[in-house]
């Protein structure tokens, strides 16, 4: 299993779900998709919350 593949994947995944969210937002009016912010700044920022409290995103260390 490719770790580098599947943590490029859920960056790119939380960027699209951001501004998904955010676009939603803006075109509904509704403001509780403005939270869309959280995963768009997760996934530039290359970290993931969940993957921190769950432990399964984590890179296996080199022995």
Avoid: E, H
């Avoid at 960027?15 to 998709?33: K, R």
């Amino acid at each position: 299993m490719n770790f580098n593949n599947i943590r490029k994947f859920c960056r790119n995944f939380r960027i699209l779900i951001g501004l998904g969210l955010i676009v939603a937002g803006v075109v509904t009016g509704v403001y509780w998709f403005f939270l869309g912010v959280i995963p768009l700044i997760a996934g530039i920022a290359n970290f993931c919350p969940l993957c921190i409290i769950s432990k399964k995103c984590d890179l296996p260390q080199a022995k």
